[in-house]
Nanobody, 124 residues
Framework: VQLQASGGGLVQAGGSLRLSCAASGRRFSTYDMGWFRQAPGKERDFVAA????????SYADSVKGRFTISRDNSKNTGYLQMNSLKPEDTAVYYC??????????????????WGQGTLVTVSS
């Protein structure tokens, strides 16, 4: 499956953005999907994940209550709604996909498919 992330940009602290992850190729609806982010000089960190059906989700503690992951399998697209953004949310955001598991991995090495990343910059 090929993934393409979009929707990043510059936003003031407290603002909102919605990232999209458009999928093509193999059936997107059969993959779990995750979002990760990588700030300059730092490792790629888990943000959120959603099961293939959308029935299960998981979030990093740092974004709980502010970010919402969702997907529309009819459109082969996943989303990350980001509200109450903080300067520390500044990073390149990547979407990823993996065959379904009984758990959501927070390890980026356990995801096989990746989008190219979209930059989110939150100004103070």
């Amino acid at each position: 499956v090929q993934l393409q992330a979009s929707g990043g940009g510059l936003v003031q602290a407290g603002g909102s953005l919605r990232l999209s992850c458009a999928a093509s190729g193999r059936r997107f609806s059969t993959y779990d999907m995750g979002w990760f982010r990588q700030a300059p000089g730092k490792e790629r960190d888990f943000v959120a994940a959603i099961s293939w059906s959308g029935g299960r989700t998981s979030y990093a503690d740092s974004v709980k209550g502010r970010f919402t992951i969702s997907r529309d399998n009819s459109k082969n697209t996943g989303y990350l709604q980001m509200n109450s953004l903080k300067p520390e949310d500044t990073a390149v955001y990547y979407c990823a996909a993996e065959a379904p598991r009984t758990y959501f991995s927070t390890n980026p090495n356990e995801y096989s498919y990746w989008g190219q990343g979209t930059l989110v910059t939150v100004s103070s």
